[in-house]
């Protein structure tokens, strides 16, 4: 027994049940230890599945020093909390599904698991069974041909007790968390599968449910999702489209069946894997051919706990488990997904409210990384400014309150004080509930935008800059930049009102995004001439490769020798943005042209011969090649603060190894193509 994996179990509910039951059969693991909120409710469980350890509390059992892996059974609100509490314990983790409440809280808890280097899997038990292993084979040797459309239902019908978890708003209640998570993981499984990879992720998702009067969570709902299928002769790509029902006052049929272009498959019992007529097995349809008819695919009957435990202990080295079990990517596409389907049908839990965001458990403590970020100063401004600046543009992430608070917390924990926010962002009131909820206006370096064409002029610039305040919840911002120059007013105008502002205290210091250098040196030779402040800083584009064409309209890029040249005479503080050019030193390429935005504006023959330096130097450095990217414009002869807009905490931890970069002024120049050779 000693060599087997020593687990401790979270919760004493039915579901921490099985799983002790299962440990009891597993060919790898051993309970050893239990963790109840009471001293009595621990006991009981440890004498039911013979515990020879009964932990009181949660906090007890993750320091017995004996646990070498956890198995986290909380109602859904909780897990997030508690894994990253036993990542932080040196635990290793299998955590029920749903891993967390959403997307945001999954990223936080990997990188909980990546930081402190213990294993993490999320617990989908069908993901380690044997008919999914074999599910999986029988989609890749095309038995139906090429997969068109996927059904998939997981439902039933439970008592109407708006106490239960499955009902009640605070608990996540609700049916696509509970059991449509199934179907979703299911879904991207077989579309993954059927296109030769581990899973795949819905480009479209669109759902409709029906949310309790009473309870406030989905009691039933479906979704539909597309899903990009494989390309065929002649080059036609058809979509894979996918049906998920659900539901926790419904009974459903809870199957799967997958329709191909030769036949279908229908799988009887998907989710516990048990014995249909005594087998457990998968219904192959063929239509037409030598093989045409119904086949019955028999697997092994195994206990499906035992065999989650078991794929736990075959993973520890590498961190993580392999297809068809939940990696992390797996996980993460999977939260997402779950993310659109209640965006899709209205359903924000109450803990998701801005108000009610709370702080995960590590973050907001000191920074625990190599890569803290560095900080330095702008003069006019009373505490140091983080040498990497944090974007608020929060596109693309469906439930944008806790997203936004998932990133922010993880920058200002990693060393990180600078958040850059603008009118047009429309993410003032998400960064503004979040230094409220957080209490740390007074260490975070606060950058507002405003006055954006057309809105260009001296009153716009105090009307945007009042509702701007009022939006952050603050009375004043660090820096504030007008967001772009009107040539047609004179710079005299501008400087007045700025100065107005900053001597009643809304901004402590000003510049111009997107001036030209030949308007900002107007702007301060005025400011010199009246005894007024003039601009502190620019922030224009400055990155190692050339914007091609404007990203938006009025967008003015300092990467240019001329500019460079006057930032260097002028020592000007230059907040870079689109600092790693939007993602061209990781996803371009000559044959990529998915992206048109990235194709359009930095495609070029002089940017990609830089792309191959940034390559060859990252290669022979050990760093990512945006890496390199990145240590270009921090190392400049003159004083730079880029900002940058990572749309995931794992993007965030990836960009800091910059920091420990240092770039001679003969590399920089070879980098930038001025130089054939970086010489010695």
Same mark, same amino acid.
């Given at each position: 027994?000693?060599?087997?994996?020593?687990?401790g179990?979270?919760?004493?509910?039915?579901i921490a049940?099985?799983?002790?039951?299962?440990?009891?059969?597993?060919?790898?693991?051993?309970?050893l230890?239990?963790?109840? !909120?009471?001293? =009595? *409710?621990?006991?009981e +469980?440890?004498?039911r @599945?013979?515990?020879?350890?009964?932990?009181?509390?949660? %906090?007890?059992?993750?320091?017995?020093?004996?646990?070498?892996?956890v198995?986290?059974?909380?109602?859904?609100?909780?897990?997030?909390e508690?894994?990253?509490?036993?990542a932080?314990?040196?635990?290793?983790?299998?955590?029920e599904?749903p891993?967390?409440?959403?997307?945001?809280?999954?990223?936080?808890?990997?990188?909980a698991?990546?930081?402190?280097?213990?294993?993490?899997?999320?617990?989908?038990?069908?993901r380690c069974?044997?008919?999914?292993?074999?599910?999986v084979e029988?989609?890749?040797?095309?038995?139906?041909?090429?997969? !068109?459309?996927? =059904? *998939?239902?997981f439902? +039933?019908?439970?008592? @109407?007790?708006?106490?239960?978890?499955?009902?009640?708003? %605070?608990?996540?209640?609700?049916?696509?968390l509970?059991?449509?998570?199934?179907?979703?993981?299911?879904?991207?499984?077989i579309?993954?599968a059927?296109t030769?990879?581990?899973?795949?992720?819905p480009f479209?998702?669109?759902?409709m449910?029906?949310?309790?009067?009473?309870?406030?969570?989905?009691?039933?709902?479906?979704?539909?999702?597309?899903?990009?299928?494989?390309?065929?002769?002649?080059?036609?790509?058809?979509?894979?489209?996918?049906?998920?029902?659900?539901?926790?006052?419904?009974?459903?049929?809870?199957?799967v069946?997958?329709?191909?272009?030769?036949?279908?498959?229908?799988v009887p019992?998907?989710?516990?894997c048990g014995p249909?007529?005594?087998?457990?097995?998968?219904?192959?349809?063929?239509?037409?051919?030598?093989?045409?008819?119904?086949?019955?695919?028999?697997?092994?009957?195994?206990?499906l706990?035992?065999?989650?435990?078991?794929?736990?202990a075959?993973?520890i080295?590498?961190?993580?488990?392999?297809?068809p079990?939940?990696s992390?990517?797996?996980?993460?596409?999977?939260?997402?997904?779950l993310?659109?389907w209640?965006?899709?049908?209205?359903?924000?839990?109450?803990?998701?409210k801005p108000?009610?965001m709370?702080?995960?458990?590590?973050?907001g403590?000191?920074?625990?990384?190599?890569?803290?970020?560095?900080?330095?100063?702008?003069?006019?401004?009373?505490?140091?400014?983080?040498r990497?600046?944090?974007?608020s543009?929060?596109?693309?992430?469906?439930?944008r309150?806790?997203?936004g608070?998932?990133?922010?917390?993880?920058?200002?924990?990693r060393?990180?004080?600078?958040?850059?926010?603008?009118?047009?962002?429309?993410?003032?009131?998400?960064v503004?509930?979040?230094?409220?909820?957080r209490?740390?206006?007074?260490?975070i370096?606060?950058?507002?935008?405003?006055?954006?064409?057309?809105?260009?002029?001296?009153?716009?610039?105090?009307?945007?800059?009042?509702?701007?305040?009022g939006?952050?919840?603050?009375?004043?911002?660090?820096?504030?930049?007008?967001?772009r120059?009107?040539?047609q007013?004179p710079?005299?105008?501008?400087?007045?009102?700025l100065?107005?502002?900053q001597?009643?205290?809304?901004m402590?210091?000003?510049?111009?995004s997107?001036?030209s250098?030949?308007?900002?040196?107007?702007?301060n030779?005025?400011?010199?001439?009246k005894?007024?402040?003039?601009?502190?800083?620019?922030?224009?584009?400055?990155?190692?490769a050339?914007?091609?064409?404007?990203?938006?309209?009025g967008?003015?890029?300092?990467?240019?020798?001329?500019?460079?040249e006057?930032?260097?005479r002028?020592?000007m503080?230059?907040?870079?943005?689109?600092?790693?050019?939007?993602?061209f030193?990781?996803?371009?390429?000559p044959?990529?042209q998915?992206?048109?935005?990235?194709?359009?504006?930095?495609?070029?023959?002089?940017?990609?011969?830089?792309?191959?330096?940034?390559r060859?130097?990252?290669?022979?450095?050990?760093?990512?090649?945006?890496?390199?990217?990145l240590?270009?414009?921090l190392?400049?002869?003159?004083?730079t603060?880029?900002?940058i807009g990572?749309?995931?905490?794992?993007?965030?931890?990836?960009s800091?190894p910059?920091?420990?970069?240092?770039?001679?002024?003969?590399e920089?120049?070879?980098?930038?193509?001025e130089?054939k050779?970086?010489?010695?």
């Amino acid at each position: 027994m000693s060599d087997k994996l020593k687990w401790g179990i979270i919760g004493t509910g039915g579901i921490a049940a099985t799983f002790a039951r299962a440990l009891a059969v597993s060919q790898s693991g051993q309970l050893l230890a239990v963790g109840s !909120r009471t001293p =009595q *409710a621990a006991t009981e +469980f440890g004498a039911r @599945f013979g515990a020879p350890r009964c932990h009181g509390s949660y %906090e007890e059992l993750l320091a017995d020093p004996e646990v070498q892996a956890v198995y986290i059974s909380t109602p859904h609100p909780f897990h997030a909390e508690w894994a990253i509490k036993a990542a932080r314990a040196g635990k290793h983790i299998l955590c029920e599904k749903p891993l967390t409440m959403n997307h945001a809280e999954a990223m936080t808890v990997i990188e909980a698991a990546h930081r402190h280097d213990v294993f993490l899997m999320e617990a989908f038990m069908y993901r380690c069974h044997p008919q999914t292993a074999k599910l999986v084979e029988l989609l890749r040797d095309k038995a139906i041909g090429d997969v !068109r459309l996927i =059904q *998939a239902s997981f439902g +039933f019908h439970s008592a @109407f007790d708006l106490e239960s978890r499955l009902l009640k708003n %605070e608990l996540g209640g609700g049916g696509i968390l509970d059991v449509g998570c199934y179907c979703v993981s299911m879904a991207r499984l077989i579309a993954g599968a059927a296109t030769g990879r581990d899973f795949a992720e819905p480009f479209e998702v669109q759902g409709m449910g029906h949310i309790g009067a009473q309870s406030g969570v989905d009691e039933y709902a479906t979704a539909l999702m597309r899903f990009r299928g494989a390309p065929e002769p002649p080059g036609e790509r058809h979509d894979i489209l996918a049906q998920l029902v659900t539901g926790v006052q419904l009974n459903q049929e809870n199957v799967v069946r997958i329709f191909g272009t030769r036949g279908h498959i229908f799988v009887p019992s998907p989710w516990f894997c048990g014995p249909t007529d005594g087998v457990v097995k998968i219904m192959v349809r063929r239509d037409g051919g030598p093989l045409a008819g119904t086949e019955e695919v028999v697997t092994e009957e195994v206990n499906l706990y035992a065999a989650e435990a078991d794929v736990v202990a075959e993973n520890i080295q590498r961190r993580q488990a392999v297809a068809p079990a939940m990696s992390w990517n797996d996980s993460l596409g999977n939260m997402h997904a779950l993310d659109r389907w209640r965006a899709a049908i209205g359903l924000t839990y109450e803990a998701e409210k801005p108000a009610a965001m709370r702080l995960l458990a590590g973050a907001g403590k000191a920074p625990q990384t190599n890569h803290t970020i560095k900080q330095s100063r702008i003069a006019g401004i009373d505490k140091p400014v983080s040498r990497l600046v944090m974007g608020s543009v929060l596109d693309g992430a469906s439930l944008r309150t806790p997203h936004g608070f998932a990133m922010f917390d993880d920058f200002m924990e990693r060393g990180g004080n600078c958040f850059d926010t603008a009118v047009v962002y429309g993410s003032e009131p998400i960064v503004g509930q979040w230094i409220k909820n957080r209490g740390v206006r007074e260490e975070i370096v606060l950058l507002g935008k405003g006055a954006h064409t057309p809105y260009c002029d001296p009153e716009s610039l105090t009307r945007q800059l009042h509702e701007s305040l009022g939006k952050l919840q603050t009375d004043y911002v660090d820096i504030y930049m007008m967001h772009r120059d009107n040539p047609q007013v004179p710079v005299g105008e501008f400087i007045d009102v700025l100065n107005e502002h900053q001597q009643a205290g809304r901004m402590r210091v000003f510049g111009g995004s997107n001036w030209s250098t030949e308007r900002v040196d107007q702007a301060n030779e005025y400011a010199r001439r009246k005894g007024l402040q003039g601009f502190s800083a620019v922030s224009n584009n400055f990155s190692m490769a050339r914007m091609v064409d404007e990203v938006w309209a009025g967008c003015i890029s300092a990467s240019d020798a001329a500019s460079r040249e006057w930032f260097t005479r002028t020592q000007m503080p230059l907040l870079a943005w689109s600092s790693q050019a939007r993602g061209f030193f990781v996803r371009a390429a000559p044959d990529f042209q998915e992206d048109a935005e990235l194709v359009r504006c930095w495609y070029s023959e002089d940017n990609f011969r830089r792309l191959e330096r940034v390559r060859q130097l990252a290669e022979e450095r050990g760093y990512l090649p945006i890496n390199i990217a990145l240590a270009y414009v921090l190392c400049q002869p003159f004083p730079t603060f880029p900002l940058i807009g990572p749309s995931t905490l794992e993007e965030t931890r990836t960009s800091l190894p910059a920091l420990d970069i240092e770039l001679s002024p003969q590399e920089l120049r070879w980098l930038n193509l001025e130089e054939k050779t970086r010489g010695n």
